[in-house]
């Protein structure tokens, strides 16, 4: 079964829609305005990601705390653990991408997992956001292989990212809703 939507809380839409928008490439595809329980209101914000499946953002106004829409950061993990991975079609689609995000300015991260070819970078609300190409899809013995990793306690390391690539953000390129 497919996902719908996925949806998140956001502390600034017109930065969270520029960058979902520009760096990402999505469609903004329905904004339903509405009161909520505890008597306030909400912009509920979906976008098209390519394929169908949607991303939402929840601005919310009443009495709510304040909005740490970082997936990671706001618990006090490292970027990478809780992030959005967004399948790249194929290759061109990936490097595609990859370009887009330096010509925005955005700080890249290429990662070279062996069967996946990630790009990661971070939204305004810092979470990190991952373009990600199946190389090498899983197979049935990948399956049982996860079978039994996921029963062992504390398996042997064996997996290494094989290389890692840097483009370093560049200020004077960022538009304006970056930072």
């Not at 909400?42 to 909005?67: I, N, Q, R």
């Not at 062996?114 to 991952?130: A, K, R």
Request: with cysteine; proline share 8%.
């Amino acid at each position: 079964m497919a996902v719908h939507h996925v949806a998140f809380a956001t502390a600034d839409l017109s930065r969270t829609h520029a960058f979902y928008t520009e760096a990402m490439g999505f469609e903004l595809v329905k904004v339903l305005v509405s009161a909520t329980p505890e008597g306030g209101w909400s912009k509920h914000v979906f976008y098209d990601t390519g394929d169908g499946a949607l991303l939402a953002f929840w601005e919310l106004h009443g009495d709510y705390p304040p909005v740490d829409g970082a997936l990671s950061r706001s618990v006090g993990l490292p970027d990478w653990v809780n992030h959005l991975a967004f399948r790249a079609h194929d290759a061109a689609h990936l490097e595609s991408a990859k370009k887009r995000w330096r010509d925005l300015g955005l700080d890249v991260f290429e990662v070279d997992h062996g069967p996946f070819q990630s790009i990661y970078t971070n939204d305004p609300n810092n979470t990190m956001v991952e373009w990600c190409l199946d190389v090498d899809p899983p197979g049935d013995a990948d399956r049982a292989e996860a079978l039994r990793l996921i029963a062992e306690p504390a398996p042997p390391v064996t997996h290494r990212a094989v290389g890692a690539e840097h483009y370093p953000a560049d200020p004077a390129k960022q538009p304006s809703w970056v930072g």
